[in-house]
Structure formats: C-alpha cells, structure tokens
C-alpha cells in the first residue's frame, strides 16, 4: 500500500486530521460499493439509513470482512495511530473498529447537523459529481461562494480570533478524522442527477488516552 500523505488541521478546539486515501483503496471500495448497489437482495441486508439521519438515497454499512481485503480498516488503523500521536504524544494500542457506512446522496438530498458515537470519526469521498450547482442569486461581482454538496465541521461559537465552523469542498480520496462529538452536516446541491458518494465511521481507542478526565 502507498504511503499514507496527511496533515492537521486545528480551525478551532479540537485537532482535525486530513489524510489521502489510497487510490488502490479507493478503487477496492468503489467496486464493492457498485456491486451492493446491483445487488438488490444484499442492498437491503446492509441497509443502514434506519441508523443515521441523513435525507439521502441510500446508507448501507461495510462488511467487516470487506473492509480488511479492501485495505480499509488498515488505513484508518495506520491514520488514527498517527493523528493520536502528533495531537497527544501518545502512541494507542487499541483501535476498535465499530462500523463503516457509504452515504450515496443526489442532488436537493442532504445530512443535518449530527455528531457519532465512539471516541474517533471521520469522513471522506470516493465519488463526485462534475458539478454542485451554483448559487441562483449572484453578488455584484457575479460570484458567490456556494456551499452545495461541501462538508461542514462545526465547534462551539464564532469568536474573534476563533471560528466556529470549517468547510471542506469534497475531493475523491479526501478524508477526514475528528473526535466523535464534533458537530457536522453536509449541504444539498444541484443541477446534476449523479451521485455524491462518501464513506465514514466510527472507533474506539485506549480509553486512558481517550478519557482526558481520568486523569
């Protein structure tokens, strides 16, 4: 597998770790996503929607199997494990995997302001649409900054010197790692019937390093 490129990002109070999937990943994962999605008998086995509160076509989760041959849970083993490190000088030991899950959103489709369970989260693209739409109304300059179809990371209130809120235009292989309470949402877009196809979930680590007020 390549090696794994990242950075952090600290908008606001907590850490936020941007990683690049493997394009080999990438592929693994898609090809299987494009198989569950033709399989109308296994789509509805893994169906996951009831469990999250996105207004959005299809959630389906991850078999744990796939996640292993894909390569999946080794990268965000490997990430975390260096997100930890870098954020706390601390190496884990444990990293439990609870669930991943594939988002397939369409346009004027979107998810609310939510936040995970477990300890670590995060979430990435693996397909885009050529276009988000744009804005209706324009500013004097004809340009607008149109959010449609972005990721929005959002903590505590703006402030000076302080910002509440981090959007990310998606790009495929893009992934992103934040603590699990970190509030998010993602915007609806449109003027284009294809698919926005993302992918997240949910971890556990050491709970010494996970729990700051055990200490």
Not at 64 to 74: A, V, Y
Request: charged share 25%; with cysteine.
């Amino acid at each position: 597998m390549e090696q794994i490129q990242f950075k952090i990002h600290r908008p606001f109070g907590p850490s936020i770790m941007e990683a690049t999937i493997p394009k080999e990943v990438v592929e693994n994962l898609n090809n299987y996503i494009d198989k569950i999605i033709a399989d109308k008998k296994k789509s509805k086995e893994l169906d996951y929607g009831p469990n999250l509160v996105g207004d959005v076509t299809q959630e389906f989760s991850l078999e744990t199997e796939l996640m292993k041959t894909s390569g999946w849970s080794q990268f965000l083993a490997n990430c975390t494990a260096k997100w930890i490190e870098a954020a706390t000088g601390k190496k884990i030991k444990k990293f439990n995997m609870l669930g991943s899950w594939v988002v397939r959103q369409f346009q004027n489709e979107y998810n609310p302001t939510h936040w995970h369970n477990g300890h670590i989260s995060g979430a990435g693209f693996l397909k885009l649409p050529k276009t988000f739409g744009s804005h209706f109304q324009k500013d004097k300059s004809g340009k607008r900054i149109y959010n449609g179809g972005s990721l929005q990371l959002i903590n505590g209130t703006r402030l000076f010197l302080s910002p509440s809120i981090k959007t990310i235009i998606p790009e495929v292989g893009k992934f992103y790692f934040f603590p699990h309470y970190l509030m998010h949402n993602v915007f609806p877009f449109k003027g284009t019937d294809e698919e926005r196809r993302s992918i997240s979930f949910n971890a556990e680590i050491d709970q010494e390093i996970y729990d700051v007020y055990g200490r």
